[in-house]
């Protein structure tokens, strides 16, 4: 089985850093990404990581500890439209074949 | 632009009458998913098409079906929709199951009256 936890919400200001943790209990994993969702729409491709360290991306950077199972995504220089839910996703080998199982996601408020 | 396309964007049906939900991609990749999201929930996964082969989650209700008549389209069905099943339902591709990342389609949200 898997466990994904993150927290629900989260409230940072305009022009700081935010960083949204994910922890995860699986076997066989293969990877972790993170999407971001803004309310109604679809979810969209932020960052991957399969081995450990800081991936970086511009004003997104994730990082993984595999021994910890632990990931975080940090943004930096926060814009009113990075508010959305982060969603932590982890992918396994599960019965031959490999499958992605997200997390719930945490929802992001931006203020002024 | 290549892309993951979901038609209808809205869909209301009735309670107990069947739906098919359609998905197309101009991004050739050869594996396919369909996602159930409620709200404030996680996406999750009903099944895939790697290919042809097709693989349902042990906890896809039968009730819900797939088909995949070409590498481009692939279709949702709901034979006898309750009212639980109103949720967005995203459909995804990725270029192999060891792909880098899944592109997600714009979704359909059905409601059921």
């Known amino acids: 089985g898997q466990n994904i936890d993150q927290p629900t919400e989260m409230t940072a200001t305009e022009g700081a850093i935010v960083q949204i943790n994910c922890t995860y209990q699986?076997?066989?994993?293969?990877?972790l990404f993170w999407y971001q969702q803004h309310a109604g729409e679809a979810p969209t491709f932020l960052s991957y990581?399969?081995?450990?360290g800081l991936e970086e991306k511009g004003r997104f950077s994730s990082f993984l500890s595999r021994s910890k199972g632990y990931s975080y995504l940090l943004l930096k220089e926060l814009q009113m439209k990075d508010s959305a839910s982060y969603l932590c996703?982890?992918?396994?080998?599960?019965?031959?074949?490999?499958?992605?199982?997200f997390g719930i996601g945490t929802k992001l408020q931006v203020i002024p | 632009d290549a892309m993951v396309i979901q038609n209808p964007r809205y869909q209301v049906t009735q309670f107990g009458k069947p739906v098919t939900l359609s998905c197309s991609q101009t991004?050739?990749?050869?594996?396919m998913y369909w996602y159930q999201q409620k709200s404030s929930q996680a996406p999750k996964l009903l099944f895939h098409?790697?290919?042809?082969?097709?693989?349902n989650e042990a906890d896809t209700p039968d009730n819900f079906q797939s088909r995949r008549p070409n590498t481009s389209f692939c279709f949702l069905d709901i034979r006898s929709p309750g009212l639980g099943d109103a949720a967005m339902y995203l459909c995804?591709?990725?270029?192999?199951?060891?792909?880098?990342?899944?592109?997600f389609g714009p979704g359909t949200r059905l409601t059921v009256t």
């Open positions: 990581n399969v081995l450990d």
């Open positions: 699986t076997s066989g994993f293969n990877g």
């Open positions: 995804a591709t990725s270029r192999g199951q060891g792909g880098r990342e899944q592109y």
């Open positions: 991004l050739n990749h050869n594996v």
């Open positions: 098409y790697y290919d042809k082969d097709f693989n």
């Open positions: 996703a982890v992918r396994m080998n599960s019965g031959g074949y490999q499958k992605v199982t």
